[in-house]
């Protein structure tokens, strides 16, 4: 049975660091993509990041784009967030989503995702 497991959330003060883990387990072999995704109380959620299991290609949000990487570790089956520069409006729960193929897929759409994590808390004070 697939898996997917966050972790590494936290309470941090603005401009601060945090770095997420999604670790998966069972048929990764299938897995093609891994994306974060974030929602925080009240919105829809939101694309944050992706990078194929190849590790060839990543895509950003705007949003993040130079504050946060993603990266992948094949040997260990864990996907990683750093998070640098930290906002308020970054507070949000973090979820990782596998995809397992890529057709059809649209990468910042939730419904791109075969299966999710339960999610990690990220809280950024001001």
């Known amino acids: 049975q697939e ?10 003060q603005a401009g601060g660091s945090l770095s997420l883990s999604c670790a998966a387990s069972g048929r990764t072999f299938s897995i093609y993509a891994i994306g974060w995704f974030r929602q925080a109380p009240g919105k829809e959620r939101e694309f944050v990041a ?9 895509y950003y949000a705007d949003s ?15 996907v990683y967030l750093q998070m640098n520069s930290l906002e308020p409006e970054d507070t949000a ?3 990782c989503a596998a ?7 649209i990468w910042y759409l ?3 995702y075969d299966y999710w994590g339960q999610g990690t808390q990220v809280t950024v004070s001001s």
């Open 99 to 105: 995809a397992t193929n890529v057709y059809g897929r």
């Open 3 to 12: 898996q997917l497991v966050e972790s590494g959330g936290g309470l941090v």
């Open 110 to 112: 939730t419904d791109s």
């Open 64 to 78: 993040v784009k130079g504050r946060f990487t993603i990266s992948r570790d094949n040997a260990k089956n864990t």
């Open 50 to 58: 992706v990078v194929s299991w190849s590790g060839a290609g990543t």
């Open 93 to 95: 729960n973090y979820y």
